[in-house]
């Protein structure tokens, strides 16, 4: 079906949209952005921050009998309206004309400004929002850089407890009601509204009520201003001084993508990225806040090698050697490894030429799984078992897990290799289990009791150190991109592989993770003919799985039914 | 017709011509339907619902009568808006929220003829499709609730409203609903919004008019009470009858309340257009007090342009252009437009010489900013800003510029706004300044605080001059 297209001539340029466009979007294609607070494509359009006003205009209705002059492309003429038209909510409508840059436009908006401006505390040099605030940047375009303004501000409470994650400053709100339509239409969860009248309204939870559900933190993103701040990055540093990575999330299949805020390798906050087939512009609380670890000092900074019962810190080629030494002393079919399906496609192409190199095809992954949340949680807590199930070439890696531990509890395993998983916390191995290998080698990012049961502990990076692709709940491919550097002697898994390989004498001549992504290609047909930049930030389907995100569904739904834009 | 003897003192004015009001104040009637009934009660909606629904709406179309809420809209043209291949529920609402200041009117309806508001109701249900309409009125008539809910159960119980209504297998049940006492109730969308249970926040029109998608999403008509009570008239009279009632395209009664500094203020229920702003103060409301001379007069309601006295207007009249002075204009539509207000809710407020603009105009910028419901920018934060300015004037603190400030305030909010109330707002600061500049730039010299907020004033504000 065609959609059917309108003619819309925007700042003296004619174009072409589809009906229904919303002249806001119509706009934004047409490379003229319209300054806005309230609107957002996710949310209902209340039309209440008036900063998106425009000149608008419509040919005239011509008199009984007269047709209007056209001109040479066949465009009539406009009639430009006295009152203007917010963007936002308006959709095109044929031969319609927009002003974005006109005498009124202008007007409009520098009016808008000012009153937003004139209650407005002006926190800025301590406002965690500065640097992304959309008031101080509309008020460098639009603003009057003088206030006219004599009276006493109004005050309202500042610093008020809305919620564990989040904090409110009501002075610094304006009142565009975002993350009120957040709560109530993404959420389900209406907490938020406003109270008293005029400018003395003021921003709150409903009594006995608070900010509390595990999506709060979305409202920090989506307010336009300050007026909203996480307690967990709240003064921890200015954000013009952050190094923003985009990557995907690892704490479920869904996979969401997300932008890693980082200084000197380390983390100071996660945002959502928009990506409307995985996760919209949002992302779980819980998600976004599993970060704090990654820092901590319970990272393992070197490889350790057992000596008479005690660990010592050597170097990467001592603890091969050793390890490689060890592990040629075993026939293929004593050795079992177990995989996380944390790893990357990449890493478990390497994890599987491991165990082709040393023989043995006894190798299993470790489930996650939760209850799913109806939103954006998936109950696959990892990030990429359909990557192991795809590269592996397994239909149930997890059913694996219980040959190998008969094999442990019947001595026919006596090697084995554990790649990024802390099987004793997290797969219910004893240390008396793992006690009945003869050999031990595990790798990880922290400290944990897998690796004090082993014999060889390498470290190994953690999600955001690393760089790869992974497959989400949906079958969707997505690139992992390393934000910041291992901690210490920390290499990414599918670099210590590639060592541990080589040690084992087995080199292939891998030298990148990209080069892996080739190989993937090659060697899987899914992958055939894939680069990464087509794969780019946002990913690509890759397999069917059957398998839908909720909250995506939902969306899509409300766009269907012209309630968003999508 | 029975000879109608009023009250004492509460006699109408020979000028008026009661209709509407017909009841009102009168000696021996109550707001019981046996009364009613004895009048000839409930038998216009008797006659309507044997007419085709499409038949009734062409009536009030042909009777050409407008709002009385406030926008003077055709109310038969707001009845074909619902849309032909609706197939949602339709409601009607009567606005009873009365809280444009200078208005009072709708009270007196609901507190002294309610049948006559439930009958009309009924007619414009029948008319519309409507099997549920509500009464949404204004907190601070509670009494007027209690009235109306009495005189709904009789009315269901005589069988004018209910199930089946008259064996002519018309459904239909009213409900009052009570506002919690904020102005912005009155703006029809707001008021639906509340009356879903929601602050009060008027929606963007468009998408959303009412006609279309109003309660619930669903087609609603909103109409005024007054306007309402005309529907059972046209009923009576015939659409073509009523609209030689008044003058053309302006038709019909309506109801003036005029208060203010008349020596006799009050409702007075005319011909539309056909008596003058100079007749209704000199004549019918016996001008004004001693020795005062007409400085101002806002003649639609608190939110109206203010007219001033002396003014002469440039107006059409046929295809020439005449003067016409403030006591000239004829009180209607298209007139009170013409000259640059509106005749808005009806509410006329009379301003004399003893009263300072500053006075005025704070006054009228307090109760905006206070009634803001402060979902836009531009009236949230405008209203109270032009109201701190008048503060300031009235505080004798003023300073240079202040006027000019105040006037593009009320330029950055007309016309930007989600709602009609923007207007409202801006609108009083825009004529007062436009038209007494002057006074009120002399009023930003400091120290004129005791010329502005004088002893006299005050106490006349209160009415206790001596
Ligand atoms: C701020 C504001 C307040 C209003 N208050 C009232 C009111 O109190 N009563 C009323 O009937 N209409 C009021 N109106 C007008 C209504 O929105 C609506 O136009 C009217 O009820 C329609 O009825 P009518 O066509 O019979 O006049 C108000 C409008 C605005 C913008
Ligand atoms: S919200 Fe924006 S303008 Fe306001 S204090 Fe914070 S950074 Fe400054
Ligand atoms: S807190 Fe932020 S998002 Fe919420 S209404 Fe205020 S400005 Fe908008
Ligand atoms: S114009 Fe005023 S009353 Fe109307 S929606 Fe905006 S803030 Fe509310
Ligand atoms: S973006 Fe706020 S009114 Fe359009």
Same mark, same amino acid.
């Given at each position: 079906?065609?959609?059917?297209?309108?003619?819309?001539?925007?700042?003296?340029?004619?174009?072409?949209?589809?009906?229904?466009?919303?002249?806001?979007?119509?706009?934004?294609?047409?490379?003229?952005?319209?300054?806005?607070?309230?609107?957002?494509?996710?949310?209902?359009?209340?039309?209440?921050?008036?900063?998106?006003?425009?000149?608008?205009?419509?040919?005239?209705?011509?008199?009984?009998?007269?047709?209007?002059?056209?001109?040479?492309?066949?465009?009539?003429?406009?009639?430009?309206?006295?009152?203007?038209?917010?963007?936002?909510?308006?959709?095109?409508?044929?031969?319609?004309?927009?002003?974005?840059?006109?005498?009124?436009?202008?007007?409009?908006?520098?009016?808008?400004?000012? =009153?937003?401006?004139?209650?407005?505390?002006?926190?800025?040099?301590?406002?965690?929002?500065?640097?992304?605030?959309?008031?101080?940047?509309?008020?460098?375009?639009?603003?009057?850089?003088?206030?006219?303004?004599?009276?006493?501000?109004?005050?309202?409470?500042?610093?008020?407890?809305?919620?564990?994650?989040?904090?409110?400053?009501?002075?610094?709100?304006?009142?565009?009601?975002?993350?009120?339509?957040?709560?109530?239409?993404?959420?389900?969860?209406?907490?938020?509204?406003?109270?008293?009248?005029?400018?003395?309204?003021?921003?709150?939870?409903?009594?006995?009520?608070?900010?509390?559900?595990?999506?709060?933190?979305?409202?920090?993103?989506?307010?336009?201003?300050?007026?909203?701040?996480?307690?967990?990055?709240?003064? +921890?540093?200015?954000?013009?001084?952050?190094?923003?990575?985009?990557?995907?999330?690892?704490?479920?299949?869904?996979?969401?993508?997300?932008?890693?805020?980082?200084?000197?390798?380390?983390?100071?906050?996660?945002?959502?990225? +928009?990506?409307?087939?995985?996760?919209?512009?949002?992302?779980?609380?819980?998600?976004?806040?599993?970060?704090?670890?990654?820092?901590?000092?319970?990272?393992?900074?070197?490889?350790?090698?057992?000596?008479?019962?005690?660990?010592?810190?050597?170097?990467?080629?001592?603890?091969? +050697?050793?390890?490689?030494?060890?592990?040629?002393?075993?026939?293929?079919?004593?050795?079992?490894?177990?995989?996380?399906?944390?790893?990357?496609?990449?890493?478990?192409?390497?994890?599987?030429?491991?165990?082709?190199? =040393?023989?043995?095809?006894?190798?299993?992954?470790?489930?996650?799984?939760?209850?799913?949340?109806?939103?954006?949680?998936?109950?696959?807590?990892?990030?990429?078992?359909?990557?192991?199930?795809?590269?592996?070439?397994?239909?149930?890696?997890?059913?694996?897990?219980?040959?190998?531990?008969?094999?442990?509890?019947?001595?026919?395993?006596?090697?084995?290799?554990?790649?990024?998983?802390?099987?004793?916390?997290?797969?219910?191995?004893?240390?008396?289990?793992?006690?009945?290998?003869?050999?031990?080698?595990?790798?990880?990012?922290?400290?944990?009791?897998?690796?004090?049961?082993?014999?060889?502990?390498?470290?190994?990076?953690?999600?955001?150190?690393?760089?790869?692709?992974?497959?989400?709940?949906?079958?969707?491919?997505?690139?992992?991109?390393?934000?910041?550097?291992?901690?210490?002697?920390?290499?990414?898994?599918?670099?210590?592989?590639?060592?541990?390989?080589?040690?084992?004498?087995?080199?292939?001549?891998?030298?990148?993770?990209?080069?892996?992504?080739?190989?993937?290609?090659?060697?899987?047909?899914?992958?055939?003919?894939?680069?990464?930049?087509?794969?780019?930030?946002?990913?690509?389907?890759?397999?069917?799985?059957?398998?839908?995100?909720?909250?995506?569904?939902?969306?899509?739904?409300?766009?269907?039914?012209?309630?968003?834009?999508? | 017709?029975?000879?109608?003897?009023?009250?004492?003192?509460?006699?109408?004015?020979?000028?008026?011509?009661?209709?509407?009001?017909?009841?009102?104040?009168?000696?021996?009637?109550?707001?019981?339907?046996?009364?009613?009934?004895?009048?000839?009660?409930?038998?216009?909606?008797?006659?309507?619902?044997?007419?085709?629904?499409?038949?009734?709406?062409?009536?009030?179309?042909?009777?050409?009568?407008?709002?009385?809420?406030?926008?003077?809209?055709?109310?038969?043209?707001?009845?074909?808006?619902?849309?032909?291949?609706?197939?949602?529920?339709?409601?009607?609402?009567?606005?009873?929220?009365?809280?444009?200041?200078?208005?009072?009117?709708?009270?007196?309806?609901?507190?002294?003829?309610?049948?006559?508001?439930?009958?009309?109701?009924?007619?414009?249900?029948?008319?519309?499709?409507?099997?549920?309409?509500?009464?949404?009125?204004?907190?601070?008539?509670?009494?007027?609730?209690?009235?109306?809910?009495?005189?709904?159960?009789?009315?269901?119980?005589?069988?004018?409203?209910?199930?089946?209504?008259?064996?002519?297998?018309?459904?239909?049940?009213?409900?009052?609903?009570?506002?919690?006492?904020?102005?912005?109730?009155?703006?029809?969308?707001?008021?639906?919004?509340?009356?879903?249970?929601?602050?009060?926040?008027?929606?963007?029109?468009?998408?959303?008019?009412?006609?279309?998608?109003?309660?619930?999403?669903?087609?609603?008509?909103?109409?005024?009470?007054?306007?309402?009570?005309?529907?059972?008239?046209?009923?009576?009279?015939?659409?073509?009858?009523?609209?030689?009632?008044?003058?053309?395209?302006?038709?019909?009664?309506?109801?003036?309340?005029?208060?203010?500094?008349?020596?006799?203020?009050?409702?007075?229920?005319?011909?539309?257009?056909?008596?003058?702003?100079?007749?209704?103060?000199?004549?019918?409301?016996?001008?004004?007090?001693?020795?005062?001379?007409?400085?101002?007069?806002?003649?639609?309601?608190?939110?109206?342009?203010?007219?001033?006295?002396?003014?002469?207007?440039?107006?059409?009249?046929?295809?020439?252009?005449?003067?016409?002075?403030?006591?000239?204009?004829?009180?209607?539509?298209?007139?009170?437009?013409?000259?640059?207000?509106?005749?808005?809710?009806?509410?006329?407020?009379?301003?004399?010489?003893?009263?300072?603009?500053?006075?005025?105009?704070?006054?009228?910028?307090?109760?905006?900013?206070?009634?803001?419901?402060?979902?836009?920018?531009?009236?949230?934060?405008?209203?109270?800003?032009?109201?701190?300015?008048?503060?300031?004037?009235?505080?004798?603190?003023?300073?240079?510029?202040?006027?000019?400030?105040?006037?593009?305030?009320?330029?950055?909010?007309?016309?930007?706004?989600?709602?009609?109330?923007?207007?409202?707002?801006?609108?009083?600061?825009?004529?007062?300044?436009?038209?007494?500049?002057?006074?009120?730039?002399?009023?930003?010299?400091?120290?004129?605080?005791?010329?502005?907020?004088?002893?006299?004033?005050?106490?006349?504000?209160?009415?206790?001059?001596?």
């Amino acid at each position: 079906m065609s959609e059917e297209l309108v003619s819309v001539q925007i700042d003296g340029e004619w174009h072409q949209f589809p009906k229904g466009t919303r002249m806001i979007e119509a706009c934004r294609q047409a490379g003229r952005e319209v300054p806005h607070y309230c609107y957002h494509p996710k949310l209902s359009s209340p039309g209440n921050c008036r900063m998106c006003l425009v000149e608008m205009g419509m040919p005239p209705r011509p008199k009984p009998g007269e047709e209007l002059p056209l001109d040479e492309a066949g465009h009539p003429p406009i009639q430009w309206m006295p009152r203007p038209v917010i963007a936002c909510a308006n959709t095109v409508a044929p031969n319609m004309g927009i002003r974005t840059d006109s005498p009124l436009t202008n007007a409009c908006r520098q009016g808008v400004m000012e =009153l937003l401006l004139i209650n407005h505390p002006l926190d800025c040099p301590i406002c965690d929002q500065a640097g992304e605030c959309s008031l101080q940047e509309f008020s460098v375009e639009h603003g009057r850089g003088e206030s006219r303004f004599r009276e006493q501000k109004v005050k309202k409470p500042k610093n008020v407890d809305i919620g564990p994650r989040v904090r409110l400053d009501d002075e610094r709100c304006i009142m565009c009601s975002r993350c009120i339509r957040f709560t109530d239409e993404i959420a389900d969860d209406p907490v938020l509204g406003f109270t008293d009248r005029g400018s003395h309204t003021v921003l709150t939870v409903h009594p006995g009520q608070q900010l509390a559900n595990n999506y709060s933190l979305n409202t920090v993103d989506i307010c336009p201003v300050g007026a909203l701040t996480s307690n967990d990055f709240r003064f +921890q540093m200015r954000v013009w001084f952050l190094k923003e990575t985009n990557t995907i999330d690892t704490n479920c299949a869904t996979g969401a993508n997300i932008v890693v805020y980082s200084r000197e390798n380390v983390i100071y906050r996660i945002t959502p990225r +928009q990506n409307n087939e995985v996760n919209s512009d949002w992302m779980p609380d819980s998600h976004r806040l599993n970060f704090h670890w990654i820092n901590s000092e319970l990272r393992l900074t070197a490889p350790l090698v057992r000596e008479n019962g005690v660990f010592r810190e050597c170097s990467w080629a001592e603890s091969l +050697q050793v390890a490689a030494d060890r592990l040629r002393s075993y026939a293929g079919g004593d050795i079992a490894i177990i995989v996380s399906a944390r790893l990357t496609n990449e890493e478990l192409l390497m994890a599987k030429r491991l165990a082709a190199l =040393l023989g043995t095809d006894l190798i299993a992954a470790v489930p996650r799984t939760g209850e799913a949340d109806n939103y954006l949680v998936s109950a696959d807590r990892n990030p990429n078992m359909n990557g192991v199930k795809l590269i592996l070439g397994l239909d149930d890696p997890v059913a694996k897990l219980g040959e190998i531990r008969s094999g442990l509890a019947g001595g026919t395993v006596r090697a084995l290799i554990v790649l990024q998983e802390n099987v004793i916390d997290d797969a219910g191995f004893t240390a008396e289990e793992l006690g009945r290998a003869d050999f031990v080698l595990s790798t990880y990012p922290l400290a944990n009791p897998t690796a004090d049961a082993s014999d060889v502990v390498l470290p190994g990076a953690c999600w955001a150190e690393k760089s790869g692709t992974m497959i989400n709940v949906t079958g969707r491919l997505q690139r992992l991109k390393r934000a910041i550097d291992g901690p210490g002697l920390t290499l990414e898994p599918w670099e210590l592989l590639r060592d541990l390989i080589q040690a084992l004498g087995g080199g292939n001549g891998i030298y990148s993770a990209d080069e892996l992504f080739k190989q993937l290609t090659h060697d899987y047909p899914e992958f055939a003919g894939l680069t990464l930049s087509q794969v780019g930030d946002l990913g690509v389907p890759l397999i069917e799985t059957g398998q839908t995100i909720p909250l995506i569904e939902r969306e899509r739904e409300r766009k269907a039914r012209g309630i968003i834009v999508g | 017709m029975a000879d109608i003897n009023y009250l004492p003192g509460k006699e109408p004015h020979a000028r008026e011509h009661r209709m509407i009001f017909r009841n009102v104040d009168r000696a021996g009637w109550d707001t019981s339907i046996a009364t009613y009934l004895k009048e000839g009660g409930y038998e216009q909606l008797k006659a309507a619902l044997k007419m085709e629904p499409k038949a009734v709406t062409e009536e009030v179309k042909k009777a050409g009568v407008r709002g009385r809420g406030g926008a003077g809209f055709p109310a038969g043209l707001k009845w074909t808006f619902i849309p032909p291949n609706n197939t949602k529920p339709v409601y009607l609402i009567c606005n009873a929220d009365e809280s444009e200041p200078g208005t009072f009117k709708d009270r007196y309806i609901i507190h002294q003829d309610p049948h006559q508001l439930i009958e009309g109701m009924a007619i414009a249900c029948f008319a519309v499709g409507a099997k549920l309409a509500y009464i949404y009125i204004r907190e601070e008539f509670p009494e007027g609730a209690k009235i109306l809910e009495k005189a709904i159960a009789e009315a269901r119980e005589k069988g004018f409203l209910g199930k089946n209504i008259q064996g002519t297998g018309f459904d239909l049940e009213i409900y009052v609903h009570r506002g919690a006492g904020a102005y912005i109730c009155g703006e029809e969308t707001g008021l639906i919004e509340s009356l879903e249970g929601k602050r009060p926040y008027p929606r963007i029109k468009p998408p959303y008019f009412p006609a279309a998608m109003g309660l619930y999403l669903c087609p609603t008509i909103v109409n005024n009470v007054e306007t309402l009570c005309h529907v059972k008239h046209i009923i009576q009279m015939g659409g073509d009858e009523y609209a030689k009632l008044g003058t053309p395209n302006n038709t019909g009664t309506r109801i003036l309340c005029v208060s203010g500094d008349v020596q006799k203020p009050g409702y007075f229920e005319v011909q539309v257009g056909k008596v003058t702003m100079g007749e209704l103060i000199h004549d019918m409301c016996g001008g004004l007090k001693p020795g005062r001379k007409l400085k101002a007069v806002i003649p639609g309601g608190s939110s109206a342009k203010v007219l001033r006295g002396g003014e002469v207007f440039k107006i059409k009249r046929g295809d020439a252009m005449v003067d016409v002075s403030l006591e000239d204009i004829p009180m209607d539509f298209d007139t009170l437009a013409a000259c640059g207000s509106m005749a808005g809710s009806g509410g006329v407020i009379v301003i004399d010489d003893s009263r300072s603009i500053s006075w005025v105009l704070n006054n009228l910028n307090a109760f905006y900013a206070h009634e803001s419901c402060g979902q836009c920018t531009p009236c949230r934060e405008g209203s109270l800003w032009m109201k701190k300015i008048t503060d300031r004037l009235v505080a004798g603190q003023g300073a240079p510029g202040d006027i000019d400030t105040l006037d593009s305030v009320a330029r950055q909010i007309d016309g930007r706004t989600i709602c009609a109330f923007g207007e409202a707002c801006s609108w009083p600061t825009e004529a007062f300044v436009a038209k007494f500049r002057d006074e009120l730039v002399a009023d930003t010299n400091p120290g004129t605080a005791d010329a502005i907020v004088n002893r006299e004033t005050l106490l006349a504000a209160a009415n206790l001059a001596q």
